[in-house]
């Protein structure tokens, strides 16, 4: 880590990244020649934005209205319950209390359309008037070709053609919505591969083109323009808790791929000693097998315009992730959870497919909410940890998103039920 980076934070983990971009050594802007003046471009704009009262009361409104903000801080009952007889029958009075933050029930599904609705309020001040976007569980895509009907934009999205094919029913919102959405059949046809086709597409269309990234990572601004927009997350559950409890949660756990929902529900708690902090990869067939867990098997490199860890090989070319869930197979992680991991204010744990649909099916059959296989890996991690702690120990996990999209996936690998 840079010296004036370490000097910068001794105080606070909230601050950064530095005016290079930088978290540590993590971080920056690797472009091409073609986007830097974009990027320059993009991040005086949101800089200027993100200090205007008009900006803020109209993504206020929107989040309010149009998304159905806040959404509710719930008490999981019976999860509670099941994990304390767990901890009961192993002789302990323990049992965290289990809470949910509940992104699920956000218009259109996830946590996806808190940041969309930022970067395209963002995108009309600078008027573009085409907006592009990757998408691997379709959740991004679907909210960008929300957003982009809500305003008259056209949309493009690039998508992994393994994904379209996993991920039917939001292709075809996203059709329904307006966006043409372009299969991608380079690579391993997933996450990283439609991530590269959407920065060839505004590389070639920089006039008219605004990139809606989807998660807190590419090059800066967009880490830390991401986690802005994604830490109305925290900042609820801050309010909630101390409006359901008095006080502080003792736990946050989120799931991590590129890592938007996790940070926007970590960083307003990351000053908060006493806030224990889990963040869950995808471990897919398990740490020695296929798997997209970069902070646990990976090491640092630079992708997609910024440096952070990544799954490579022993000469450096990336290597393919895996997960069970589309949206957590990306090859890397964002440049401020890379920092988090190394300063060890974040602690990262990993779930297998399998601990990830076990949890999908319990949290199904407890408490009546079918979450996405991405915070299903969050969930599989609450079985290790809530049995552990004392009664009065809260815990905040966040659901990112919700099964609907997942459903054929876990049917095929449960046999229908």
């Not at 996806?112 to 600078?126: H, S």
Request: proline share 5%; net charge negative; hydrophobic share 40%.
């Amino acid at each position: 880590m840079s010296q004036a980076f370490v000097a910068q934070n001794l105080n606070s983990y909230r601050t950064g990244p530095d005016e290079r971009g930088h978290f540590g050594v993590f971080g920056g802007r690797f472009v091409a020649e073609t986007l830097m003046p974009l990027i320059l471009d993009l991040e005086r704009h949101y800089e200027a934005a993100r200090s205007d009262p008009a900006f803020k009361a109209e993504l206020d409104n929107l989040l309010t209205h149009y998304v159905g903000r806040p959404s509710p801080l719930y008490y999981a009952e019976r999860m509670t319950e099941f994990f304390r007889r767990k901890a009961a029958d192993a002789g302990s009075e323990g049992g965290a209390k289990i809470y949910f933050k509940r992104e699920d029930l956000n218009h259109t599904g996830a946590h996806k359309i808190n940041n969309v609705l930022g970067q395209i309020l963002l995108a009309r001040r600078m008027g573009k008037t085409r907006i592009i976007a990757e998408t691997g569980a379709g959740q991004h895509g679907v909210a960008t070709a929300t957003a982009c009907a809500r305003f008259g934009l056209d949309c493009v999205v690039y998508m992994g053609s393994v994904d379209v094919e996993r991920q039917k029913p939001n292709v075809f919102r996203m059709k329904l919505l307006g966006a043409k959405v372009v299969p991608v059949e380079s690579g391993a046809r997933t996450l990283k591969d439609a991530m590269n086709e959407a920065l060839r597409d505004w590389v070639t269309n920089v006039a008219d083109t605004f990139y809606c990234i989807g998660t807190a990572a590419g090059p800066h601004p967009y880490p830390a323009m991401v986690r802005d927009f994604q830490c109305i997350i925290g900042d609820e559950t801050r309010r909630q808790m101390r409006e359901a409890e008095g006080r502080l949660p003792d736990s946050l756990l989120a799931c991590i791929g590129g890592g938007s929902n996790a940070i926007g529900l970590f960083h307003p708690f990351l000053d908060d000693p006493s806030v224990e902090i889990y963040g869950v990869e995808a471990a897919g067939f398990g740490l020695d097998d296929k798997h997209a867990a970069s902070l646990a098997g990976g090491r640092p490199g630079v992708l997609h315009g910024n440096r952070t860890y990544l799954l490579m090989n022993a000469d450096g070319q990336i290597e393919e992730g895996h997960s069970i869930s589309a949206g957590l197979d990306y090859p890397g992680i964002g440049p401020e959870h890379s920092w988090l991991k190394e300063s060890g204010r974040v602690t990262y744990l990993s779930a297998t497919d399998a601990e990830a649909l076990a949890a999908f099916e319990q949290c199904s059959k407890l408490e009546g909410i079918i979450p996405a296989l991405e915070p299903a890996h969050a969930l599989a991690k609450v079985g290790d940890i809530a049995p552990l702690k004392p009664q009065d120990h809260l815990m905040v996990v966040n659901i990112s998103g919700r099964g609907d999209k997942d459903i054929f996936t876990v049917a095929e690998h449960l046999g229908g039920m």
